[in-house]
T-cell receptor, first 113, second 122 residues
Framework: DIVTTQSPDSLAVSLGERATINCKSS????????????LAWYQQKPGQPPKLLIY???TRQSGVPDRFSGSGSGTDFTLTISSLQAEDVAVYYCQQYYTTPWSFGQGTEVEIK | EVQLVESGGGLVQPGGSLRLSCAAS????????MNWVRQAPGKGLEWVSY????????RYADSVKGRFTMSRDNAKNSLYLQMDSLRAEDTAVYYC???????????????WGQGTLITVSS
């Protein structure tokens, strides 16, 4: 099974500053035949279901602000919020969908400093 | 508008059973793979099970294999999760979630329901 691990567990960032969350998978999630990384990012606010932000490691879901970006390949990935807004306070999860069991990272809580 | 609405949650004793339902609308249900994902109180997300669009391919997390049964009724635009031999560690909010197209590898989860809470306790 693929294990996905996020760092840090929590992050405090000032409004307007950059937030960076890392995700590492225990094996590569890059599928060589299509050169796509099977890695997604979700945002979950209190009392709400998760919301898809990024898929294929770097493709923004429709309607997601462009301050959210994803990068990385193989086993190491990053979610960046370029200029943190108050509404971005949430827990962020990465997920590999390369093979079942799909696995999520443990989550990173982002708050305002 | 895509909508997924879970129901069937509640309090159940250890060893008991419960059946969850997820009513889908706003999209062609029989064209999409579906999943159940759960979240224990104050914890992270755990994938539980997957079913293909036709229902011919079903997969489970090891933690529920042999105890949970996922199914779908495309005529009723509904998804189900039969949960037997429930344990305290199954206590969680259960979400149904849609995958865009796993046949091309797009098995991320683009729409989620609001979830239904299952509490396993005596």
């Amino acid at each position: 099974d693929i294990v996905t691990t996020q760092s840090p567990d929590s992050l405090a960032v000032s409004l307007g500053e950059r937030a960076t969350i890392n995700c590492k998978s225990s094996q590569s999630v890059l599928y060589s035949s299509n050169n796509k990384n099977y890695l997604a990012w979700y945002q979950q606010k209190p009392g709400q279901p998760p919301k898809l932000l990024i898929y294929w490691a770097s493709t923004r879901q429709s309607g997601v602000p462009d301050r959210f970006s994803g990068s990385g390949s193989g086993t190491d990935f990053t979610l960046t919020i370029s200029s943190l807004q108050a509404e971005d306070v949430a827990v962020y999860y990465c997920q590999q969908y390369y093979t079942t069991p799909w696995s999520f990272g443990q989550g990173t809580e982002v708050e305002i400093k | 508008e895509v909508q997924l609405v879970e129901s069937g949650g509640g309090l159940v004793q250890p060893g008991g059973s419960l059946r969850l339902s997820c009513a889908a609308s706003g999209f062609t249900f029989n064209s999409y793979e579906m999943n159940w994902v759960r979240q224990a109180p104050g914890k992270g997300l755990e994938w539980v099970s997957y079913i293909s669009a036709t229902g011919s391919d079903i997969r489970y997390a090891d933690s529920v294999k042999g105890r949970f049964t996922m199914s779908r009724d495309n005529a009723k635009n509904s998804l189900y999760l039969q949960m037997d031999s429930l344990r305290a560690e199954d206590t969680a909010v259960y979400y149904c979630a849609r995958a865009p197209d796993c046949t091309i590898g797009a098995c991320f989860l683009d729409y989620w329901g609001q979830g239904t809470l299952i509490t396993v306790s005596s």
